[in-house]
């Protein structure tokens, strides 16, 4: 089955813990995400990777950290995470068909309370 | 600043009743231009999209989205509601030659049974 995996669903850590999320997909796509949802906010990306080794800062980066060693996983890194990254992320991917259509397919969550 | 705007938060429809979910963006260019549907507790999933070509595109569950280049606008529609289209609704645009992934705020979609 064609999915999008995190782990964990749900975490409760304390501020300064450094915390790793992971993201699996296992559909060859190239292109993955990590967004963050928060209520009146919509979703806001944080980071994005075109491929292997090839990351950009999306619209919120400040305080994470990713990785792209491997197509199949973009781990997201929270260094010494601080209540304000209190949020539910997502990690998303794409294939980058002929146009680039970006069509994605999402995860199913992160629940994060950092206290 | 590139941005997409959902002017409404909330959106309530009688069962039966069409529905529009509205959508306007600000973008350089040509955008390529989506909506997702999320329920309660899972993740995001992909309805529909214009990339380019007939200005009405169809997707899942019925719905269908119509993108007006001079008003810069992409709303969302359904001829005939359904209490299950009950859910959270997002539209997002990637702007032309770019890779970044831009969600409006999301309108929350009430169908009445």
């Known amino acids: 089955e064609a999915q999008v995996t995190q782990n964990p669903r749900y975490l409760i850590t304390v501020t300064g813990k450094k915390l790793t999320v992971t993201c699996s997909q296992n559909?060859?796509?190239?292109?993955m995400s990590w967004y963050r949802q928060d209520p009146g906010l919509g979703l806001r990306q944080i980071y994005y990777s075109m491929n292997v080794e090839v990351t950009d800062k999306g619209d919120v980066p400040e305080g994470y950290k990713v990785s792209r060693k491997e197509k199949r996983n973009f781990p997201l890194i929270l260094e010494s995470p601080s209540p304000n990254q209190t949020s539910l992320y997502f990690c998303?991917?794409?294939?980058?068909?002929?146009?680039?259509?970006?069509?994605?397919?999402f995860g199913p969550g992160t629940r994060l309370t950092v206290t | 600043a590139q941005s997409v705007a959902q002017p409404e938060d909330q959106v309530n429809v009688a069962e039966g009743n069409p529905l529009t979910v509205k959508c306007t963006y600000s973008?350089?260019?040509?955008?390529?231009l989506f909506w997702y549907v999320q329920y309660p507790n899972r993740g995001l999933q992909f309805l529909l999209k214009y990339i380019t070509g007939d200005n009405l595109v169809k997707g899942s569950y019925g719905f269908e989205a119509e993108f007006n280049k001079s008003q810069t606008s992409f709303h969302l529609k359904k001829p005939s509601a359904l209490v299950s289209d009950s859910a959270l609704y997002f539209c997002?645009?990637?702007?032309?030659?770019?890779?970044?992934?831009?969600f409006g705020k999301g309108t929350r979609l009430h169908i009445l049974p």
């Open positions: 997002a645009v990637r702007p032309h030659r770019d890779d970044k992934i831009i």
């Open positions: 998303a991917s794409s294939s980058r068909l002929a146009g680039g259509t970006y069509e994605q397919y």
């Open positions: 559909m060859n796509h190239e292109y």
């Open positions: 973008v350089s260019g040509n955008p390529y």
